[in-house]
């Protein structure tokens, strides 16, 4: 994912770059981030991209015509475009998990009284970071692409996000690390009694309470996101990745299928449907894993003249993850998705084959020599 910052303060951004998870991500390419300064789209000589207000008042305004070149310059046919401003709407984590699916957005950094009206005309959206006025847009755009980045795939561990304060409408539940007692004050005995069923109940819990004492404004929309059908409970997830989690409010039990004992039946609670995409996404990494551990197995067999079992064992591996994706994967993935693995999987057999015959061939050759002898 793209950011490209237009301010006229790029010396504001050193810092942020050069550290933590934000530089990790540029470093493994996860994000890229461009900064790029308007004063070299300024038309006068005096590089002015800043002029008074019409019709008086104070400070000054930044001019229409750097801002445009600007944009016009860096944008692309997937770029959005966002004025950091305090006119904006308030970025929360809704927005910035419907940001991270962006490919391309440009930045745009006010200053001084901020923006010539006409600007509005090339932007897409205006976010503000809250309700309170900032000297330039600089801070803001680091807070957005902070909050952003770190929901863009691979940047930190999903599984962290995912349990984040606001994901799920509420905060996050309170937490403890070592020591177990600091001045008198203990970490609850729940967490330290390895039962997980009990330590989530007690996390939901306590979010929840938290929530009503810190920020009782959130509990209404959280309300909203959680929908009572019959015996169940659906709560809507802003990352919307792969959970939809449905609560059950009585317990059922659960027979899975085959034959399974009656001691091995449990109980359930929560179920929890997997968007059809996420599984897609997952799928493909299955197969993208196989297919490199199968290229590797073929490259010892094409190389080892002695072991002809191994040729066999690498088609039977073939052929089950052939029979894998046509039994378990076929409806998650496309049909030219499925064709071109399949013409893979081809390619490799007959590579292995072809190595099968030559090696029949040699065999025959030497005994034929032997008898001739
Ligand atoms: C001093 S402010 C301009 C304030 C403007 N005259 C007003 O009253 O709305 C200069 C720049 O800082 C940025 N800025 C200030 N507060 C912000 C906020 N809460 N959220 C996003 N950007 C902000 C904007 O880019 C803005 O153009």
């Given amino acids: 994912m793209k950011f490209k910052i237009l301010t006229l303060f790029p010396n504001m951004f050193d810092g942020f770059l050069s550290e933590s998870i934000i530089k990790r991500a540029i470093d493994?390419?996860?994000?890229?981030?461009?900064?790029?300064?308007?004063?070299?789209?300024a038309n006068n000589k005096h590089n002015q991209v800043d002029d008074t207000p019409y019709g008086g008042g104070s400070g000054m305004l930044l001019m229409c015509e750097p801002i445009f070149k600007a944009v016009e310059d860096v944008k692309s046919k997937n770029s959005k475009v966002i004025m950091l401003s305090p006119e904006g709407k308030t970025l929360t984590q809704e927005k910035a998990y419907e940001l991270s699916k962006e490919e391309d957005l440009i930045l745009l950094c006010g200053h001084y009284?901020?923006?010539?009206?006409?600007?509005?005309?090339?932007?897409?959206?205006?976010?503000?970071?809250?309700?309170?006025?900032?000297t330039g847009g600089e801070l803001p755009a680091m807070v957005l692409i902070d909050s952003v980045s770190r929901l863009v795939d691979g940047v930190i561990k999903e599984e962290s996000h995912i349990k984040d304060s606001f994901n799920d409408g509420l905060l996050d539940y309170p937490q403890y690390t070592k020591p177990r007692e600091f001045r008198g004050m203990q970490v609850p005995d729940?967490?330290?009694?390895?039962?997980?069923?009990?330590?989530?109940?007690?996390?939901?819990?306590e979010a929840l309470k938290k929530t009503k004492k810190e920020r009782p404004d959130l509990i209404e929309k959280y309300?909203?996101?959680?929908?009572?059908?019959?015996n169940f409970t659906l709560?809507?997830?802003?990352?919307?990745?792969?959970?939809?989690?449905?609560?059950?409010?009585?317990t059922f039990?659960?027979?899975p299928k085959n034959n399974v004992?009656?001691?091995?039946?449990s109980s359930i609670s929560k179920i929890v449907l997997v968007e059809p995409s996420f599984i897609e996404t997952i799928a493909k990494k299955n197969i993208n894993k196989k297919l490199n551990i199968l290229l590797k197995q073929i490259t010892i067999v094409l190389n080892d003249e002695t072991d002809d079992t191994a040729g066999e064992y690498v088609l039977g591996e073939i052929d089950r993850l052939e029979n894998m994706i046509l039994s378990n994967y076929k409806k998650y993935l496309s049909s030219d998705y499925i064709k071109l693995v399949r013409n893979k999987l081809k390619v490799l057999k007959e590579e292995i084959k072809y190595k099968q015959m030559?090696?029949?061939?040699?065999i025959n050759y030497n005994e034929e020599k032997g008898r001739s002898l």
């Fill in 223 to 230: 309300e909203k996101k959680r929908k009572k059908i019959g």
């Fill in 190 to 205: 729940v967490l330290l009694s390895g039962d997980h069923e009990k330590i989530e109940n007690y996390r939901k819990e």
């Fill in 253 to 255: 039990n659960f027979k």
């Fill in 261 to 265: 004992k009656k001691e091995d039946l």
């Fill in 235 to 250: 709560i809507e997830d802003y990352s919307k990745k792969k959970i939809e989690e449905i609560n059950i409010n009585d």
């Fill in 113 to 134: 009284e901020g923006f010539d009206e006409r600007i509005n005309t090339i932007v897409d959206e205006k976010i503000s970071i809250g309700d309170y006025v900032l």
């Fill in 28 to 41: 493994s390419k996860k994000i890229d981030i461009s900064i790029h300064n308007i004063r070299d789209y």
């Fill in 358 to 362: 030559m090696q029949t061939q040699m």
